[in-house]
């Protein structure tokens, strides 16, 4: 049976000693018991647009074909993917 759990003392290096002395008012001894209260900020800078968007933006014929590009692309992993899956059965 055991009374009380005897935890060893930690011994801080030498090396570590005058930093922590340095710094010891940055950490309080005692922390808080919760998380601080919910605060309502807005984050988001009004009437902001991209200063470059045009050079992002393409043609609708040319968005087209890009589209048809991925659209077969997927369309062979696809299939490659389902050949891989049915050897395997």
Do not use: C
Not at 14 to 42: A, C, D, R, T, Y
Not at 79 to 84: G, I, N, R, V
Request: no cysteine; aromatic share 4%.
């Amino acid at each position: 049976m055991v009374k009380e759990e005897v935890t060893p003392p930690t011994q801080i290096p030498e090396k570590m000693k005058p930093s922590l002395e340095e710094f010891k008012g940055v950490v309080h001894n005692k922390l808080p018991e919760g998380l601080p209260p919910m605060i309502n900020i807005q984050h988001h800078i009004l009437k902001a647009s991209l200063p470059n968007l045009s050079h992002y933006r393409m043609n609708s014929k040319k968005n087209e074909v890009v589209k048809d590009k991925d659209r077969l692309k997927l369309e062979k992993i696809n299939a490659k993917y389902k050949t891989t899956a049915d050897k395997k059965r």
